[in-house]
């Protein structure tokens, strides 16, 4: 990545760290308090240089949708793999860390939580948080993509979704309810997964 100017890093700087303990981004005249400065053109023009150096992206015509793309230390770090058995294979190199950040901070992400243990077969539990992603074209979607399915005159479902000809197949994730074969007109796909997202808590 291009190098920062002491000006672009010190913004930079505060702006992960602002988005790191805040989980959105600033505003303008935040920034410009952080900064110093008085006008809203020195921020703007920073703005668009550490976006022009792939630093930051941002959501055109909203506000607060600033992103960082490259967060400096904040991955975790993969030490090393795990067997089936439980044997764990400690790497010898050092391997980039994992980054989850880019999943819980796209701004048109949402979140889904599983309520029934219908999901065992996936290895998806109660509790659970179901990552996705909204579908603005179904063509973009591959067969076998999990989504969420709105129906005509039935509730929103959790399904896997195939193409048959001109209709659409909605096959059951539990592996007991019918599928679903319905001409496209029928079906709003809400969105795709991208992730699932389990926490463990500590008793004691």
Do not use: C
């Not at 110093?36 to 992206?57: D, M």
């Not at 909203?62 to 400690?90: F, K, Q, W, Y």
């Not at 076998?144 to 000809?165: C, D, H, I, N, P």
């Amino acid at each position: 990545m291009e190098p920062l100017t002491h000006a672009q890093k010190e913004l930079y700087d505060w702006l992960v760290e602002y988005i790191r303990q805040h989980q959105y981004s600033p505003s303008i005249r935040q920034m410009m308090q952080a900064m110093n400065l008085r006008s809203p053109a020195p921020v703007q023009s920073r703005l668009e240089h550490l976006r022009k150096k792939g630093y930051i992206n941002w959501t055109e015509g909203r506000a607060r949708t600033i992103r960082i793309i490259h967060p400096a230390n904040l991955g975790v770090p993969i030490l090393g793999a795990i067997a089936t058995d439980g044997s764990v294979e400690t790497f010898t190199e050092a391997v980039v860390p994992l980054d989850l950040t880019s999943l819980f901070r796209q701004p048109d992400y949402f979140a889904l939580k599983v309520t029934e243990a219908s999901l065992g077969a996936l290895l998806i539990a109660v509790g659970d948080i179901l990552i996705l992603q909204p579908v603005a074209d179904l063509k973009t979607l591959a067969d076998g993509t999990m989504v969420v399915a709105k129906v005509e005159e039935q509730r929103t479902m959790l399904k896997f979704f195939y193409r048959k000809s001109s209709r659409i197949l909605l096959k059951s994730v539990n592996g007991i309810d019918a599928a679903l074969e319905l001409p496209v007109s029928q079906v709003q796909v809400q969105g795709a997964l991208v992730g699932v997202w389990r926490g463990y808590g500590r008793e004691g």
